[in-house]
């Protein structure tokens, strides 16, 4: 069982739509997959087409409730792929957390109950900002994924979450960077192009060949799910399932 996180402390630069079109590419693939929204806007629980509040349990039972086990917080989807939800308040986790013992590994404390359920990925959804909830994301994860939106110069952004993943380090030593993956890339424009080069040349073969356009398609996913389901030809279905395949290759390596 492979964890991934994807994050970054900026909103908007596509960590949502890229946790569920992974967990999309991978689950067409034959791969058992969970799916964890750990931010409290719920964005991913409302692509899985789940209404977040609506579930008996959610993340937020799961950083506060010493006995919840964690396969009774998992919902199914109609795509295959298991979720484990979030609702808004998960907000207050960021807050209530800060009094808890070992506040930092809190969910990767619940996660070692994951183990024996036969999942090939676990991939999570994390908030946009450098709190407790993505520490305790980074915390119970093997890999990270730093989604960039290529419409703006976000660079700056990454090197702060950088530094975070090698505090995070310290206390969970097989987290490791799988890369950058450069998102919402207009190749028309030439701030994308400016984005893309930057990138490229600051982080080198950290950044995954792999690039997501820009496409209105995706933006549809919070109304009709993974686009893969719906529409598996269309070139964001296809980059999604090439990011996937090299992000495969490189948590295997
Ligand atoms: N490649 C893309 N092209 C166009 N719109 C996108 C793309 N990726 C994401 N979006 C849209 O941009 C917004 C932010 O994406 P999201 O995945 O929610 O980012 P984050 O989770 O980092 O906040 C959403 O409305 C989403 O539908
Ligand atoms: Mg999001």
Not at 14 to 29: E, F
Not at 74 to 80: A, F, R
């Amino acid at each position: 069982m492979i964890k991934i996180v994807f994050g970054l402390q900026k909103g908007g630069v596509g960590k949502t739509t890229t946790t569920i079109s992974t967990g999309a590419s991978l689950t067409r693939q034959g791969k058992r997959v969970l799916l964890v929204d750990g931010d409290p806007q719920a964005n991913l629980t409302t692509s899985c087409l789940v209404d977040a509040g609506s579930t008996t349990y959610s993340t937020y039972d799961l950083f506060k409730n010493n006995r919840l086990k964690v396969e009774d917080t998992i919902v199914s989807t109609e795509w295959g792929f298991d979720l484990i939800p979030s609702s808004i308040v998960l907000a207050s986790a960021e807050v209530e957390l800060v009094s808890a013992f070992q506040r930092e590994q809190v969910l990767a404390e619940k996660f070692q109950d994951l183990e024996k359920l036969g999942y090939d990925y676990v991939l999570i959804d994390s908030p946009p900002s450098l709190g407790l909830l993505t520490i305790n994301a980074l915390a119970a994860s093997d890999w990270v994924v730093m989604p960039v939106q290529c419409q703006l110069l976000s660079i700056m952004g990454l090197q702060a979450f950088i530094d975070v993943v090698e505090l995070v380090q310290k206390i969970n030593r097989p987290l490791r960077i799988s890369g950058v993956l450069l998102t919402m890339y207009d190749g028309r424009t030439a701030i994308s192009r400016e984005v893309e080069q930057n990138v490229r040349e600051i982080l080198g073969d950290l950044v995954f060949n792999s690039r997501i356009g820009t496409s209105t398609a995706l933006s549809s996913i919070p109304k009709r799910g993974p686009i893969q389901f719906w529409e598996p030809r269309h070139p964001a279905s296809q980059q999604y399932d090439a990011f996937t395949e090299e992000l495969v290759t490189r948590v295997h390596s």
